[in-house]
């Protein structure tokens, strides 16, 4: 199961390429390796706090299933950083007209409802986590250097360091 899960994880990441903004990928193809072409404000904005709120519940899912102390200290820990990074977001995005959707990509919901119907919860968890945090944490450090918003790429940066302790943790536990 979890060899599926891991080509599910990385099908969602680079599937979604419609424009508008609810159909935005989990991380635009590209985006987060050496090169990217620069992401405008309003797709980044809304990338980014995509994965803020599916960060936000996975991690309140992880703290009301996992059983694993150290599975919940991740857990909290980055639902302190997904509201974090998204209140960041809301507050920057309002500076460049790009304010964040309250509402996660279908690739992210679909991450959420494969994570709600897991049966080893904390290996499922764990498991999107790997995939996940240093994916986002490569997509903000990249904006943060090639970001097309001067407003918007100390809030990368913000991000990138928050998702770097969460991978510190991840790296832990395993």
Known sequence: MNRWLMVGVGALLVAGCASGRGAAPAV?????????AVLTATRFVDVAASAALY????GRL?????????VRALAALQVA???GIGGQLSYAGRRVNA??????????RALLAALKSARDFDAAY??????????????HEDYAVRGGSATLR???RFSAEK???????????D
Request: hydrophobic fraction near 45%; charge should be negative.
């Open 154 to 156: 100390p809030v990368a």
């Open 99 to 108: 304010l964040p959707d309250n509402e996660m990509t279908a690739q992210h």
């Open 163 to 173: 998702l770097a302790e969460q991978e510190a943790l991840l790296e832990r536990i």
């Open 126 to 139: 764990l498991e999107q986590q790997q995939q996940m945090v240093p994916l986002m944490r490569r997509f």
């Open 62 to 70: 992880a703290q009301a299933r996992s059983r694993d102390p150290e």
């Open 28 to 36: 635009p193809a590209g985006a987060a390796g050496a090169g990217a």
């Open 81 to 83: 950083n997904g509201e």
């Open 55 to 58: 960060a936000i519940e996975a």
